[in-house]
């Protein structure tokens, strides 16, 4: 599993009436952050009782495997939330991730990048792209009449980032047709 694939099956889950049933653009930008932070506090108490083993400092219920243990699944914990927090501002991180390693790799003169692996992992889901959108491939603003425009916004968002295709043809076609039917769908709601 890709970054691409894992993030896509973190947000069905967060979203599904069978999951969490938490549609990501009911939390605030605030509310994801708070959700990072709380993960990546719980983390940092159990490196403190870490820190305990290491200086021989009492206090410690658990054994130092156990806790080991614990830190990855809170390490674990912080990245599930940090993804959903940068999906709901629209952010693919699987795609960001990779560009703002290899732009610090430039800056310091690294060699080795990781934009041969950034495109196979964009190129697995072109095979997932139809060749002609329609209306019924958008997400829908079924209360269109009342949806609050940063709802729509962010859909669109992650429905963009979720089917564009990775080459520059391709990806301004899939905009292109994009256009065409936002537009019609706005008539069809007013
Ligand atoms: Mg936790």
Redesign the pocket.
């Known amino acids: 599993m890709n970054l691409r694939e894992f993030s896509k099956a973190n947000l069905d889950r967060c979203e599904s009436p069978g999951g969490f049933n938490h549609p990501l653009e009911s939390w605030t930008t605030s509310d994801w952050f708070t959700a990072v932070v709380g993960?990546l506090g719980?983390a940092a108490n159990i490196a403190k009782k870490i820190n305990r083993v290491r200086d021989g400092i009492p206090g410690n219920a658990e054994t130092p495997v156990q806790l080991r243990l614990e830190l990855a699944?809170?390490l674990a914990?912080t990245f599930i939330y940090l993804d959903l927090l940068a999906q709901s501002v629209g952010v693919d991180l699987s795609d960001i991730v990779p560009k703002v390693f290899d732009a610090k790799s430039e800056t310091i003169g690294y060699e080795a990048k990781l934009e041969a692996e950034h495109q196979f992992m964009r190129s697995e889901k072109v095979a997932h792209v139809p060749k002609l959108l329609t209306t019924g491939d958008l997400p829908s603003f079924e209360d269109c009449g009342k949806a609050k425009e940063e709802n729509r916004a962010s859909k669109l968002q992650n429905f963009i980032w979720q089917n564009e295709p990775s080459s520059e043809a391709e990806s301004n076609a899939f905009r292109f047709q994009l256009v065409g039917l936002i537009n019609e769908q706005i008539c069809s709601c007013s």
């Open positions: 993960g719980e699944r809170e914990d």
